[in-house]
């Protein structure tokens, strides 16, 4: 069952006590578990993130060597290493690196009344090589130029299957935190959804794919985060994962929706949701409620890649449910998912 949950980015904002909002009101903030390697040191495994980019508290260039000051009454922050010095403000794309200025890819921005600042462009801008392990997600800074080759890029290309190798795909578990989504008893879908979407993620990385969670624990994030989160990856796929909810206590079944678009691409979203569903059915061995074309769904109507959402049973029948809470469904229902996601890159 997917909510529409409207003003809930109000609710994104007020946990993680968020300053900025773009102008629709669209948190483009989220936190999310990673690991920050600075040479061989782990400097945290928690961060937060605008637009794709880690963002970490402005002491840590004191790590990389550098220096900083910040002025309270200007927002204004200061980068200074030996040979780079970089000005920036909260709350403003504008950097002046040496001389010139440049966009950076985030903003810096307060967050629990700390400086957070764009480590990869910070880094980089300070002739250190940054590198994203999406197997991983570990960030890692070289301030030596030297990455060790198990943190070599994001696009490693050290997998047999050759197929997965350069692909981003988003693994959405539906929910979660605040909204738990359909709950029957003590069940919460939220949970069922994580679940199968831990075990389609191990998948996918063990075939060598980057794959991104747009949440790996139970937490609240929005929807239109969860759409920005794949779109400033430029992922590849997304594949949302939710348990239905009836009136009917006998619906038994799944089915897939997509958002309908009239673009004509080799792979859409339409494209995927059948390619999905008729796995599903199969892999499954489950009721055949086909692919549903839901305009205002917003993960799949706000991703710019290839974008569907598996329903994978009911959750309000008795006989279904027994079977939903199931490892040996999950991985399955895993297993299917996974081989949908390779169908669709083949095309
Ligand atoms: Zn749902």
């Not at 709950?183 to 679940?195: F, P, R, S, Y």
């Not at 949701?273 to 205002?296: E, F, H, S, T, Y």
Request: charged fraction near 20%; hydrophobic fraction near 40%.
């Amino acid at each position: 069952m997917l909510k529409k949950v409207i003003a809930s980015f109000l609710v994104f904002i007020l946990c993680f006590g968020v300053l900025q909002v773009s102008a629709q009101g669209k948190s483009e903030y989220y936190s999310y578990a990673a690991d920050l390697w600075i040479d061989n040191q782990l400097i945290g495994n928690e961060f937060f993130y605008h637009n794709g980019n880690m963002l970490v508290p402005l002491h840590v260039v004191e790590l990389l060597g550098a220096t900083y000051e910040f002025e309270p009454e200007t927002w204004r922050i200061r980068i200074q290493s030996e040979s780079q010095s970089l000005t920036m403000h909260i709350a403003n794309y504008q950097c002046a690196n040496q001389a010139k200025l440049e966009k950076m890819p985030a903003k810096p921005t307060f967050y629990n009344n700390t400086v957070m600042i764009p480590i990869r462009y910070v880094a980089e801008s300070l002739g250190m090589s940054v590198s994203w392990d999406g197997k991983t997600d570990s960030v890692y800074v070289s301030t030596t130029g030297n990455i060790p080759e198990e943190f070599i890029d994001l696009r490693r290309d050290d997998v047999e299957n050759g197929l997965l190798t350069n692909k981003i795909i988003i693994v959405d578990p539906g929910h979660g935190g605040s909204d738990p989504g359909a709950v029957a008893g003590n069940i919460k879908e939220k949970d069922l959804n994580l679940q199968v979407a831990k075990i389609l993620t191990d998948m996918l990385k063990e075939a060598g794919a980057n794959v991104y969670m747009t949440r790996k624990d139970d937490r609240y994030v929005g929807l239109y985060t969860r759409a920005a989160i794949a779109n400033n990856l430029n992922a590849d796929l997304f594949i949302s994962i939710h348990h239905n909810a009836s009136s009917n206590s006998a619906a038994k079944g799944v089915m897939t929706l997509f958002y309908p678009s009239s673009k004509k691409q080799k792979m859409n979203g339409q494209k995927f949701a059948q390619i999905v569903q008729k796995n599903m059915v199969n892999d499954l061995n489950a009721p055949d409620w086909g692919i549903i074309a839901r305009p205002n769904l917003v993960v799949t109507r706000e991703t710019r890649m290839p974008a569907a959402l598996a329903e994978l049973g009911f959750m309000s029948t008795k006989s279904e449910l027994e079977r939903l809470v199931t490892y040996e469904f999950q991985e399955q229902a895993a297993k299917s998912l996974y081989k949908s996601i390779i169908e669709a890159l083949k095309e």
